[in-house]
């Protein structure tokens, strides 16, 4: 069974810099987009960031677009999701997943009956505060 593992959260100052990696157990996954979604204490999901199959697509959400970036390599299984100039508003629970569709809006992902149906990985926490 394909596994997502997040990792690199952590607590930061507004205006600092932090890279989460999305790792998967397979390769099969290169053949799926990869989501980031987050979750603010007592907020639903948000979409964050998305990106295609192979990696020439990719999506943001209006509140993250020209201070986040997402990339993945495919010879390590893994998504990146570069995060410069973090606000407090940023804070949340950091979510990798698939819908198992190649597909990736550039407005970044949304949730959708295909996520409900997907794969998740365990979240990583992010807090930016001073």
């Known amino acids: 069974q394909v596994q997502l593992v ?18 998967a157990s397979a390769s099969t996954l290169r053949s799926y987009a990869i989501s980031w979604f987050r979750q603010a204490p007592g907020k639903g999901r948000e979409g964050v960031s998305c990106v295609g199959s192979d990696d020439d697509i990719t999506g943001y959400a209006d509140s993250v677009k020209g201070r986040f970036t997402i990339s993945r390599d495919n010879s390590k299984n893994t998504v990146y999701l570069q995060m410069n100039s973090l606000k407090p508003e940023d804070t ?11 597909r990736c809006s550039s407005t970044g992902p949304s949730m959708s009956a295909g996520f409900s149906l997907g794969r998740w990985g365990q979240g990583t926490q992010v807090t930016v505060s001073s």
Do not use: K, N
Request: net charge negative; glycine share 20%.
């Open 6 to 23: 997040e990792s690199g959260g952590g607590w930061v100052q507004p205006g600092g810099s932090l890279r989460l990696s999305c790792v």
């Open 92 to 102: 949340g629970v950091y979510y990798c997943a698939t819908d198992w569709s190649s």
